[in-house]
């Protein structure tokens, strides 16, 4: 059915691992905490959630959001991994400084990210596919002085790589610059992810742990149809972490989940479609 290999699943009747997103909604069902939920229930693992924002938007972009209060978001957080417990989380659209400073306040305090037994991948959500901000310029240094040090990987676009470092990667060479200093704002990991390098037919990912890079190769995908693809890959590591995988296990993973999707992706709406992580059901 497959040539991508698949997480191991519980048994019937057996509880799952578990894993949060803390991400903003996306009404149109293509990105967000709906990616994350669809990768997440696809690879078998049970998913959380704590909800950052709720969005206005379809395939042709977003025209509004409306952000859920810090107190909230954290208590979202803590009444979930207090009760049900969690093997890994993710980050995704976090809209303003103050929701950063009690997103990273609750993983410290719940013992997420960094140093701990249970990863955090941080994907630094800006703004979306079309341009349209998803987080306050103001609360870019905030990312990076306060969640950004928490995170066991951190996962930008190169849009999202230029506004958090300032290097535009147009090369390997800039891609590497831009990785180093990622890691040098605090994350154990940096994966400065190549999918937005529309000038080159390969799409390489760039893994950096401060000693060693790791590239993650696979031919472009020809498709306008990636909505989501960022969400989906940051959620199949996080799913990957959570098995155990190690980091560089996990984004080798993650590489060939998205890119299955995208190469099963669909049209939907008048813009743009879904990554399909469906494609695990569909029919042959």
């Known amino acids: 059915m497959t040539d991508v290999p698949l997480l191991p699943t519980a048994a019937t009747g057996s509880t799952p691992i578990r894993v949060m997103t803390i991400a903003g909604s ?8 709906q990616a994350d939920l669809r990768t997440f229930a696809l690879l078998g ?10 969005t206005v938007q379809n395939s042709l972009g977003v025209s509004g959001f409306q952000e859920i209060t810090p107190d909230v978001v954290a208590a979202q957080m ?7 417990g969690i093997g890994a989380a993710k980050t995704g659209m976090l809209a303003s400084a ?8 609750q993983c410290r305090e719940s013992g997420l990210g960094r140093g701990s037994d249970v990863p955090l991948v941080v994907d630094p959500v800006c703004a979306s596919m079309h ?3 998803l987080l306050a310029t103001e609360a870019l240094d905030t990312l990076r ?7 066991t990987v951190v996962t930008p676009n190169l849009d999202e790589v230029r506004l958090i470092t300032g290097i535009d990667v147009v090369d390997d060479a800039t891609q590497r610059d831009a990785a180093r200093v990622l ?3 605090g994350a154990q990991w940096a ?4 999918g937005h390098l529309r000038s080159s037919d390969r799409s390489t990912d760039l893994l950096y742990d401060g000693t060693e890079f790791h590239e993650f190769d696979h031919v472009r995908i020809d498709t306008p149809h990636d909505h989501g693809a960022g969400d989906t890959l940051a959620a199949a590591i996080t799913a990957a972490l959570a098995h155990g995988y190690s980091v560089p296990d996990a984004v080798a993973f993650a590489k060939s989940w998205v890119s299955k999707g995208l190469a099963a992706a669909y049209p939907l709406g008048a813009g743009h479609g879904p990554v399909n992580p469906l494609w695990r059901v569909s029919r042959p």
């Open 26 to 33: 996306d009404s149109g069902g293509g990105a967000g905490i």
């Open 45 to 54: 693992l049970h998913a959380c959630v704590a909800v950052t924002a709720v």
């Open 78 to 84: 803590r009444c979930v991994i207090d009760d049900i």
């Open 98 to 105: 103050p929701i950063i400073d009690a997103v990273a306040a």
């Open 131 to 133: 341009g349209d901000p």
């Open 145 to 151: 002085d306060t969640l950004i040090p928490l995170a």
């Open 183 to 185: 890691h040098g704002l």
């Open 191 to 194: 994966l400065v992810k190549g």
